[in-house]
């Protein structure tokens, strides 16, 4: 058995288009806002790194985990699809 935990999920890098969301909600509202040039400020204090990771990262993550736990290990596993603090987004 795997738990993914991913961090704050955004439109796709690559798969199965550059740049595809199947909604607007949360931080995909805030992407098309800003896609559109109709969001050109955030208020926010000093540089914000914020923890966001492209979905299709999660889904190959999901996936991955579920072939190494039934092929290989099959104890519990928990996995963390985040980008970490090294290689955060920083927001200005």
Same mark, same amino acid.
């Given at each position: !058995?795997?738990?993914? $935990?991913?961090?704050?999920? !955004?439109?796709? %890098?690559?798969?199965? !288009?550059?740049?595809?969301? #199947?909604?607007?909600?949360?931080?995909?509202?805030? /992407?098309l806002g800003v896609?559109?040039?109709? /969001? $050109?400020?955030?208020?926010?204090?000093?540089? /914000?790194?914020? #923890?966001?990771?492209?979905?299709?990262?999660?889904?190959?993550?999901?996936?991955?985990?579920?072939? %190494?736990?039934?092929?290989? #290990?099959?104890s519990f596993m928990? %996995?963390?699809? +985040?980008?970490?603090?090294?290689?955060? +987004?920083?927001?200005?």
């Amino acid at each position: !058995m795997i738990i993914n $935990r991913p961090s704050i999920v !955004m439109a796709c %890098y690559d798969e199965p !288009m550059e740049g595809w969301c #199947d909604a607007i909600s949360a931080s995909g509202g805030i /992407l098309l806002g800003v896609g559109l040039g109709v /969001l $050109r400020y955030i208020n926010a204090k000093g540089v /914000l790194k914020t #923890d966001i990771i492209p979905a299709d990262f999660v889904s190959n993550a999901i996936l991955a985990g579920a072939a %190494y736990s039934a092929l290989i #290990d099959k104890s519990f596993m928990v %996995y963390h699809s +985040c980008t970490s603090q090294d290689n955060a +987004c920083a927001l200005q």
